[in-house]
């Protein structure tokens, strides 16, 4: 195992306090509490936005907090859950007395944990929405998941719906937006590689020099099936798809398109895989009128990379146009 | 080799095709020129910043075309050097009247090429300054180098002369800050996986599962020793003492640290490396008043990092604050 870390048991932490170190001007790192929260939280009378996952998909979620998108985020261990304190003492962290939205990747544990970190909270008295995105078509269910997983709509919606929060819209209506996005939006990953859990020192699963598969989840977890390798248009064609069937995407319809490295490729192989897409639905007369290319859900080091579209409305373009200013996406400020 | 490509000899076309679709709003890719150009150049009155280099290293350097930044990128074959056509095609599409400065990293063939490129530009009556950037403190030549290679401080340096070059500075005067962010900034840099140009097929170097190469070039090309695989805090001691002493930095001093990834890096990692840099530097008082982390000058899927620093002043730190927006840094707008 090659990796660029000092004891297998103080990865995550020592990349939070780099983290926390790296951006003292929009978030502070509490590393008793295992929470990433924004510099100036709460905000009163602003609606909290907060996520939180197994770590090793960085940027997301603790580079997602800041200004315009997260309020907070808990990193669990790498691939793992984080657990109900946490979640709680992040709620708590950012409760502005507006309530918190809580948005969570379908992964059982997730689920569950935010499920109790929500009953928790309320007996505080802090109102709770949570929404679970489900956006990943590869599977039905997975290793880790009833249903669909939650994959590349998470980083598009955390975006969006930071953006509503900022205006200090109610709950309510920050849920709704959130409800609505992923309900908009659908993604399929591939790989090329596996990655090698630091605590694990093996990596997840073997795939041979000639093979990819097509359909895994962000913890390695199998996908729809294993191919010989080929092209980036061929491979393209065979995420794009299952998108657009699923999302009944028509002619004339406006997509955000989200080009996702898995960590290890390079920017060059995902504008090769984006320039593939954009033949694809122009071919179909649709229009990609925003874009997001690069490594924002990651697996570790792994090589290969998802796509996601979303469609767009005249709402759901507004905040993703909003400015932002989080270590991960910046703009307009 | 598993890549996510089409035909071999199409991965730069292609993804060059790829960014131009993407990018539309800001820049233009003429590919029978092989050039990348910020969509309204050339600016009446405006130096224009170009510069070039072999690709693979993305998004160094057409991710950097856009406003205040360069106004065109050159790139190459993958690690090989743009020609001397591609360039003055270039200079003569960000020739605003105002003169041109051409950014090159000392490499043999990039320098030979500008030299005959700015001689065809000065024919046509184009004002051309060049500067060299020579940063790398790990060998003194190389494989394809003499003196010092040109690396991280490039970018540091084409954001900072590019704000400078959009408040209408002339040529001179331009050309005069890029050559003091250059003397102000050292970088090293060290791999733990060899890449695979996609024309080769094969890794550009061995390295053992418990070996790593400290002082790499970002061509693969060898540093200053092989060593066994080290942790995070010593290789980042190891990277970072080397510049400390080159630059002379003192305690009370300001500086840019930029973490940079490799390619096949996650930002986890990163993280990481800049935990034990921020400790570093903390430790003899020299602070990090700005910081960069993350993949901005790769060798395509390579595993590993570099280090740069950059002695700040006031006119370097309201450079690198102004406002930027091109497809891989953005900020204030």
């Known amino acids: 195992m090659k990796k660029l870390i ?15 170190a790296a951006h003292a001007n929009l978030l502070r790192v509490d590393l008793e509490s295992q929470i990433v929260v924004r ?31 997260l309020d907070a985020a808990c990193p669990g261990a790498i691939f793992t859950s984080p657990v109900p304190d946490q979640m709680l003492a992040a709620t708590r962290a950012v409760n502005g007395q507006a309530g918190v939205l809580h948005i969570i990747k379908n992964y059982t544990g997730d689920v569950l944990n935010f499920e109790m970190a929500a009953e928790l909270a309320e007996l505080d008295g802090i109102k709770i929405e ?119 995407l028509k002619a004339g319809e406006q997509v955000l398109a989200f080009v996702n490295g898995m960590g290890g490729t390079p920017l060059i192989e995902l504008y090769i895989i984006y320039d593939s897409l954009n033949r694809i639905l122009t071919g179909k007369n649709i229009r990609i009128v925003r874009n997001l290319i690069g490594n924002y859900i990651t697996s570790l080091e792994m090589a290969g990379c998802s796509i996601t579209l979303l469609r767009l409305d005249d709402e759901i373009t507004r905040y993703w146009d909003a400015p932002v200013y989080t270590p991960a996406l910046r703009w307009g400020m």
Chains 1, 2 share one sequence.
């Open 39 to 69: 510099k100036n939280a709460p905000v009163q009378s602003k609606v909290g936005i907060l996520s939180g996952g197994g770590s090793g998909h960085e940027p997301m979620h603790g580079g997602y907090v800041g200004i315009g998108m």
């Open 6 to 20: 000092n004891k297998v048991e103080d990865v995550v932490n020592d990349s939070l306090a780099g983290m926390g």
């Open 130 to 248: 949570s929404v679970v995105t489900n956006d990943d078509v590869a599977v039905q269910d997975s290793l880790y998941t009833a249903g669909r997983r939650g994959v590349g709509v998470t980083v598009l919606l955390e975006k969006i719906v930071g953006g509503l929060a900022e205006t200090g819209a109610p709950l309510e209506q920050v849920a709704a937006l959130a409800r609505k996005v992923n309900s908009h939006g659908r993604s399929m990953g591939m790989a090329l590689t596996a990655c090698t859990v630091p605590a694990a020192g093996e990596p997840t699963f073997d795939l041979s020099e000639d093979e990819m598969e097509i359909g895994i989840g962000i913890h390695g977890e199998p996908g729809r099936r294993r191919l010989k390798l080929a092209s980036a248009a061929q491979i393209t064609e065979m995420l794009a798809t299952p998108i657009i069937e699923d999302l009944e």
